[in-house]
């Protein structure tokens, strides 16, 4: 039986900027890097370190070239936060790109692009 979401994997095509954008900017945490030595390297993170959900950034076009069947699209995701007005302002100062706040039957809610221009989203809970 399946009872986590372990990882989900992130395909960009600049790996060190968008570890920058996640770490520096959103305050996600480097879990780990890895490089098989053979021309695969991806960097773990997550919002915590003891975060049960992570995710791992690869490149794109090694992964194109080493698996070519893989889905390389961008997942869609929603992340949680306490105060979403708090991070909206937040996002807005570091000159991310956000949407507009909007209030969901889940609660408020914004989206935010990536340094690859990758929408996700983020919900008040």
């Known amino acids: 039986m399946i009872n ?8 960009v095509n600049n790996q060190e900027e968008s570890l920058k954008f996640w770490r520096d900017k959103l305050g996600f945490t480097l879990i ?3 490089d098989n030595g053979q021309g695969m390297k991806w960097y773990e993170i ?4 003891d ?6 950034l690869h490149n794109k076009e090694m992964v194109a070239k080493f698996s070519p069947g893989v889905n390389l699209e961008t997942p869609s995701l929603m992340f949680f936060t306490k105060n979403v007005d708090q991070l909206y302002q937040e996002f ?3 000159n ?3 949407g507009e706040v909007i209030n969901m ?16 989203a983020i919900v008040e809970k």
């Open 4 to 11: 986590i979401v372990g990882q989900i994997m992130l395909y």
């Open 32 to 34: 780990g890097e890895t």
């Open 46 to 49: 997550a919002p915590s370190k």
């Open 51 to 56: 975060a049960q959900t992570s995710i791992v």
């Open 92 to 94: 807005k100062a570091k």
């Open 96 to 98: 991310i790109t956000v």
């Open 105 to 120: 039957p889940e609660g408020k809610v914004f989206n935010f692009a990536d340094n690859e221009n990758n929408y996700f």
